[in-house]
């Protein structure tokens, strides 16, 4: 065999390879599977089932419709569950279960003269109302780790109550959001 013949072998080896390396290229482009959005199988899920009725009583109508329609009155009586713990009048000292509410609307995150648990105090921000009704929801939620342990008022109306009530406790009560 000369030079000549092994050459012709080689380009006939290499012809060939070129052509499966390109039949595999065009395939895959042929047959691509396209990349879902999100990775994995989607699995019909029943709408209702998230959420739940519960989930559904405390979306019922937005915070500042809510805060509109509040009853302050009502607020001063459901605030008896707080005042196991908290104070409510204009300078006084905090009690040593908890912080002196006396203003707390709009006022800085764990601010005032208490021993606040560390979450609190590293929590950030302000008492907005947005703020306050999700912690009044759900403390332990909002801020992990609080040593407030009272569970929240699931009741979204009775929540505006109370805030509608510690929005009063202020030498100017912060503006109301508009509805
Ligand atoms: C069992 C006692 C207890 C009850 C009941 C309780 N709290 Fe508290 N609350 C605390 C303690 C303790 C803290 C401080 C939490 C911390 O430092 O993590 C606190 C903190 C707070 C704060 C943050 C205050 C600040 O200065 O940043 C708000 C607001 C608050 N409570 C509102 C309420 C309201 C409103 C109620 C009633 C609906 C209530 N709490 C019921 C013990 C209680």
Known sequence: MDSFEL???AGAV???LLLVMGLGIISDALF???RPAKPGYALPVAEAA???PAAAAVEAAPLPVLLAKADAKKGENLIKACAACHNFESGAAAKATGPNLYGVIDRAVGSTAFAYSDSMKGKGGKWDYAQMNAFLANPKGVVAGTKMSYAGEKDAAKRADIILYLRSLAS???PLPAP
Do not use: Q
């Open 7 to 9: 050459n012709k072998i």
């Open 50 to 52: 998230v959420g739940g």
């Open 172 to 174: 100017s009560p912060a």
């Open 14 to 16: 290499l012809g060939s």
């Open 32 to 34: 691509a599977a396209p």
